[in-house]
């Protein structure tokens, strides 16, 4: 069984930056990737940023390249999204993912990002 929590979330002004953590607790020995995903008000959850663990290697979806970083801290099962000229259209509420392979199996509660 794995735990993800969330944190970060905040109210902030377009162009401003926010960072959300995301602590994964449990069994997470060969869980090799991480994620964050979004979902706003009607809209459907979409993938923003994944991590593997192992090699770091990040992929982004087009509409936060430039602007998002994906990171992780190993020794501390954590995972970090930093975000940068904050658009409107980023706000949604920001859940984070655990899995092997891309498959993620465990899911966090989400925690709020509101751009406005």
């Known amino acids: 069984h794995v735990q993800l929590v969330e944190s970060g979330g905040d109210l902030v002004q377009p162009g401003e930056s926010l960072t959300l953590s995301c602590a994964a607790s449990g069994y997470t020995y060969n869980r090799n990737c991480m994620a964050w995903f979004r979902q706003a008000p009607g809209k459907e959850r979409e993938g923003v940023a994944r991590i593997a663990t192992g090699s770091g290697n990040t992929y982004y979806t087009d509409s936060v390249k430039g602007r998002f970083t994906i990171s992780r801290d190993n020794a501390k099962n954590t995972v970090y999204l930093q975000m940068n000229s904050m658009k409107s259209e980023d706000s949604g509420v920001y859940s984070c993912?655990?899995?092997?392979?891309?498959?993620?199996?465990?899911w966090g509660q989400g925690t709020q990002v509101t751009v406005s």
């Open positions: 993912a655990i899995g092997d392979s891309w498959a993620f199996g465990y």
